[in-house]
């Protein structure tokens, strides 16, 4: 059974930067991986995505230029550096494996993990 365990969240103020890591046991993920997030009163929503073997990255248009998603394969993580945050950033993170190489906003995901708090103040 595959687990994936987030981590790094925390508050931070307006402007700060937090990176979030999710590891994944169980078994080796090769494919892709991502992030969404849940805001208070908000649906989840897409953050951010990369492909196997990572190569490729997908950023919601909310985040892109602030986020920064990578993987080590080795260490079967993935990783949300957020850069720049604001109030609209505060949400609970989830990590998510899908069983596509690649990203489609079509495709839903597997796995997903239990989610990280990140709260932005002002």
């Known amino acids: 059974q595959v687990q994936l365990v987030e981590s790094g969240g925390g508050l931070v103020q307006a402007g700060g930067s937090l990176r979030l890591s999710c590891a994944a046991s169980?078994?080796?993920?090769?494919?892709?991986m991502g992030w969404f997030r849940r805001a208070p009163g908000k649906e989840r929503e897409f953050v951010a995505a990369?492909?196997?073997?990572?190569?490729?990255?997908y950023y919601a248009d909310s985040v892109k230029g602030r986020v920064t998603i990578s993987r080590d394969n080795m260490k079967n993580t993935v990783y949300l550096q957020m850069n720049n945050l604001t109030t609209e950033d505060t949400a609970v993170y989830y990590c998510?494996?899908?069983?596509?190489?690649?990203?489609?906003?079509?495709?839903?995901?597997?796995?997903w993990g239990q989610g990280t708090q990140v709260t932005v103040s002002i």
């Open positions: 998510a494996a899908f069983p596509s190489l690649y990203y489609s906003g079509n495709i839903d995901p597997t796995y």
């Open positions: 169980g078994r080796t993920i090769s494919t892709c």
């Open positions: 990369i492909s196997w073997p990572g190569n490729s990255p």
